[in-house]
């Protein structure tokens, strides 16, 4: 994506504001690479890309034309799947609280649905009941132990008699069908995937029948960023094929010798769209408050970073050459909202002056989807492509976000 001032001001004036920034391409390339990196150690891998993460509808059509599937986590995400007109099939349903139509929908179309609590099963029976030619396909969510620190909310204890039980209850009924296997983590640490790799494997040998189809990972894997950011994590960031020597080596190991080999999947989020995005900022102003410089942005810290980890993102100050610009050397970026912690960038190094568009990347996870609509309306999405500027998202305006409301009393 080759950025210049005279673009970017160009593309501020006609969006009359800041923007995000969308390079479809990379994000194309970043499927096909990991895709790419799985499939060379195990065959046949699969993508399933996060809707929750970033659900631009061009990302989510992209991946359907790629051939990866919808990792979706409510009828609102399953809803932009219809919009789409992407199958159901390639449609992967997780997460707490669904509503039942939703889950036989989903699986009367032909798509997976991962019950993730025993409260989903009396839906799954009464599916199989009302349907009795129909084979009633379903994955299940699984919980173990993978010495991450953490004691994940997600799937069934499998270490729990009544997941036992529950299975057995399943299996014995001749139409419901136990395709799948899945397990979800937050930790996007490299050596937690074994240990994911290694209770799955585990528990595809205990699933009565042999009926598993495929097996799920998950998501959480680092994306790519900029040495300036990975030097912000406590933690090394692996590529995508160290990722997938561990995951997609290991069920290839498992399975060697089997005659009936399971689909592996995964569920990237960051790892496909964390570069793929950008946020540009005008410069409001410049003060200096008792010896600290600040610049105030036309952004928050809320549209590039709504997590707020405190990691500075990498940044690109595009000056106007004819203007007047000053040098600084610890000056912070701050956002247009009145909460006093609304930063998005500290210490900033170089020359900034009024007006200038501030540049800041690796902001494709999470930032449009948990940007709150708190002080003003969230702000366009530009697609580059070619050299030519396509709107994906137009600007919000006050109806979007009020249309809800009464006014009248």
Not at 22 to 38: G, K, V
Not at 130 to 139: A, D, F, L, V
Not at 199 to 207: A, F, N, P, R
Not at 320 to 330: A, F, L, V
């Amino acid at each position: 994506m080759n950025l210049s001032y005279t673009l970017l001001r160009e593309i501020e004036q006609e969006q009359e504001g800041a923007f995000y920034l969308l390079d479809t391409e990379q994000f194309s390339q970043n499927f096909r690479e990991l895709l790419d990196a799985f499939r060379h150690y195990y065959p046949q891998s699969y993508i399933a890309y996060s809707y929750k993460t970033n659900y631009i509808p061009r990302l989510c059509q992209i991946v359907n034309e790629l051939g990866g599937c919808a990792e979706v986590v409510s009828g609102m995400e399953y809803e932009i799947t219809k919009r789409l007109n992407i199958p159901t099939q390639r449609v992967h349903l997780n997460g707490p609280c669904q509503e039942p139509e939703v889950i036989k929908e989903i699986i009367l179309g032909g798509g997976c649905v991962n019950l993730d609590d025993y409260v989903e099963v009396p839906t799954i029976l009464q599916l199989a009941e009302q349907y009795p030619e129909k084979t009633i396909r379903i994955g299940i969510r699984c919980n173990f132990e993978i010495n991450d620190g953490v004691t994940s909310r997600f799937g069934f204890d499998v270490t729990k008699s009544a997941f036992q039980q529950m299975l057995k209850e399943l299996t014995a009924i001749k139409n419901i069908q136990i395709a799948g296997i899945q397990c979800h983590y937050a930790c996007r640490a490299l050596d937690t995937w074994q240990p994911r790799a290694e209770g799955i494997c585990q528990l595809y040998e205990e699933i009565p029948g042999k009926t598993v189809e495929h097996v799920d990972l998950g998501g959480g894997l680092f994306g790519k960023m900029k040495e300036s950011l990975k030097a912000q994590f406590d933690t090394p960031i692996p590529s995508y094929d160290e990722y997938a020597k561990v995951v997609a080596g290991f069920i290839a190991r498992h399975f060697a010798d089997s005659p009936q080999k399971p689909d592996l999947f995964i569920e990237p989020g960051s790892a496909l769209a964390g570069d793929c995005m950008k946020f540009v900022a005008p410069v409001v102003s410049i003060k200096d408050i008792r010896g600290k410089a600040i610049a105030t942005l036309l952004g928050s810290v809320y549209n590039i970073n709504p997590t707020l980890n405190k990691k500075n993102p990498p940044v690109t100050v595009y000056g106007d050459p004819n203007e007047k610009r000053e040098s600084y050397t610890d000056l912070d970026f701050a956002g247009y909202t009145c909460i006093e912690c609304d930063y998005l960038y500290k210490g900033y190094q170089g020359e900034l002056g009024l007006n200038d568009l501030v540049v800041f990347d690796n902001v494709g996870s999470y930032s449009i989807v948990l940007k709150p609509p708190f002080i003003l309306p969230n702000f366009p999405v530009i697609e580059l492509k070619d050299g030519r500027k396509c709107v994906v998202k137009r600007k919000e305006t006050f109806d979007d976000l009020f249309h809800t409301y009464e006014f009248n009393f």
